[in-house]
């Protein structure tokens, strides 16, 4: 299975992308988005879209928008105390919101369950 991790901070996509990989995931790290990068990321045709809500470089609801249409499953992560954006994300068509904490730490569980 390929999971495609959007996220410019490199601490915590590092982290996802090493629980991929321990678990027998085919993990892929998108820091920037940029026009063309919807191309790569179909060509890539992930089975699991990670996307950081809190990113400074990357808007991630309109990421969210654009991504449903592809019929792509998405998880969001944020800080606990985002509850607004992560009920924005969910409105948009998230399949999954999880804290960033818990995204480590339950991350093949929250992967099986969406």
Do not use: W
């Given at each position: 299975m390929?999971i495609?991790i959007?996220?410019e901070?490199?601490i915590?996509?590092?982290?996802?992308?090493?629980?991929?990989?321990?678990?027998?995931?085919?993990?892929k790290?998108?820091?920037?988005?940029?026009?063309?990068?919807?191309?790569k990321?179909?060509?890539?045709?992930p089975?699991y879209?990670?996307?950081?809500?809190?990113?400074?470089?990357?808007?991630?609801?309109e990421?969210?928008?654009?991504?449903?249409?592809?019929?792509?499953?998405?998880?969001?992560?944020?800080?606990?105390?985002?509850?607004d954006?992560?009920?924005?994300?969910?409105?948009?068509?998230?399949?999954?919101?999880?804290?960033?904490?818990?995204?480590?730490?339950?991350?093949e569980?929250?992967?099986?369950?969406?």
């Open positions: 390929k495609l959007i996220d901070n490199m915590l996509s590092s982290k996802l992308r090493n629980q991929a990989k321990d678990k027998g995931y085919e993990p790290i998108l820091s920037f988005v940029r026009q063309d990068s919807y191309e990321i179909k060509g890539f045709n089975d879209i990670l996307i950081n809500l809190e990113s400074k470089a990357n808007s991630s609801l990421l969210i928008d654009k991504l449903k249409k592809d019929n792509f499953k998405i998880i969001g992560y944020c800080g606990h105390t985002r509850i954006l992560a009920q924005k994300a969910k409105d948009k068509g998230a399949n999954f919101i999880a804290t960033n904490s818990s995204i480590i730490s339950h991350f569980e929250i992967i099986k369950g969406v």
